[in-house]
């Protein structure tokens, strides 16, 4: 589904990955870990095509990236087949909690599928707080809104920049529960950089960056 080789990241004549080479398969569920500053965010706006790699290759389906970042259709369909959680990703307060997380159909004209909301809700746990104010959301719940967000054009990729950073234990281990049930249950890819060792235990392949090297375990 996903690989990588012989990838560089270079920034003003520094080079912040450097020369990763990754397989990622349908159904993997993969934690990017390594110390901040290491490269782990900038190894997944790579993925998500938020920031371009400066050489190597990046292969998406078997396509590589820059021919599907050519075409409409294609990065259309790119788009919808990958979530995004990031650490900027944020509601909008000035809407309730279901078009927060109908944002992505709005942005892209799709349709819902009804009975697709009304499972991703109930398994998220925020069904019964869907008529509450944006504002006055915990932590938890927010963190479980963005999520619905990420999942709501029932994405094959689900990619989380540290999605349980500013969690306590409690929130954290139910988000981890919600991810790795995704995981099994659906079969979403799922890709996520973590400091948690809660996650990155849980996952099939852990890829360990280290000032830009990566290693794998
Ligand atoms: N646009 C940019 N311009 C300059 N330097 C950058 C840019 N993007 C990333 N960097 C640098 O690249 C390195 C890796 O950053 P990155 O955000 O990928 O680290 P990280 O592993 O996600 O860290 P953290 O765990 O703190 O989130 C850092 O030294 C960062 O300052
Ligand atoms: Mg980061």
């Not at 990031?86 to 509601?91: E, V």
Request: charged share 25%; hydrophobic share 40%.
């Amino acid at each position: 589904m996903i690989k990588i080789r012989n990838l560089f990241k270079v920034i003003d004549d520094k080079e912040i990955l450097k020369n990763l080479n990754i397989n990622i398969n349908k159904g993997d569920f993969v934690s990017v870990v390594g110390p901040s500053g290491s490269g782990k965010t900038t190894l997944l706006n790579i993925i998500l095509s938020i920031s371009m790699k400066s050489s190597g290759t990046y292969r998406f389906n078997e396509e590589n990236i820059e021919d599907i970042l050519n075409s409409t259709s294609k990065i259309r369909s790119f788009r919808k087949s990958v979530g995004i959680m990031s650490t900027f990703s944020h509601l909008l307060p000035n809407l309730d909690i279901k078009d927060n997380i109908l944002l992505p159909t709005i942005i892209s004209d799709l349709n819902l599928n009804n009975d697709y909301y009304d499972s991703l809700i109930e398994k998220l746990k925020i069904d019964n707080i869907m008529k509450n104010e944006v504002s006055s959301l915990s932590s938890g719940e927010k963190q479980r809104v963005l999520l619905a967000r990420a999942l709501i054009l029932n994405p094959t990729v689900l990619v989380a920049d540290e999605p349980t950073s500013n969690l306590d234990k409690e929130n954290a281990l139910n988000m981890i529960d919600i991810l790795c049930n995704l995981n099994e249950q659906n079969k979403t890819t799922i890709i996520i950089a973590t400091h948690d060792d809660n996650i990155y235990n849980k996952t099939n392949l852990i890829l360990r960056i280290e000032d830009g090297n990566l290693s794998e375990e």
